[in-house]
């Protein structure tokens, strides 16, 4: 069997929180979410056009991840201009230890073409179950529960691995 040069994926765009249009003015209305992994190929939500600088859209957009990509770009737009971006690292949620059809809830802040910072996204992002390369590495076939000691936690950062909860 050949392996797949890409992914499909669900990206739920929740909402958006403290969005401005020139740095100081709130957001007024008709604000949507593109998402891409392709320049050639975004998805896009519907228009808020009640939320103003606090929008909503709860929609579920599916794409293929082809296999090279490592970022996913979430834009924030007003009409044509758009006031934020994030670039999400695929491995937020596509590590290799993570289930098929995980959901992974993730905020990232947004900042302008000028690099301010402007508002927070929120969404679910899951990639779809379905083949023999997807989902979890050999790594997830072990329950892995075990708290750090004194010397693994650095600067009072304690990191881990996910694990499902039966």
Known sequence: ME??????????????????ENRRKPLKKNAF????????????????SEGESYPSWNQKLEMELPAHVRFITVEAHSGSKVIGSADIPVTDFDGGYLPENYLSFLSYRLRDTNGE??????????VKAGGENSGCTASCSRLWIRAPTDDEVANGIVTGIPVPYW
């Open 117 to 126: 910072k402007n508002g927070i996204i929120n969404l679910w992002v899951k």
């Open 3 to 20: 392996p797949r040069t890409s992914k499909a994926i669900e990206v739920t765009v929740i909402s958006a929180e403290g969005l401005l």
């Open 33 to 48: 979410v593109v998402v891409k992994s392709d320049p050639l190929e975004p998805v896009s939500t519907g228009v808020d």
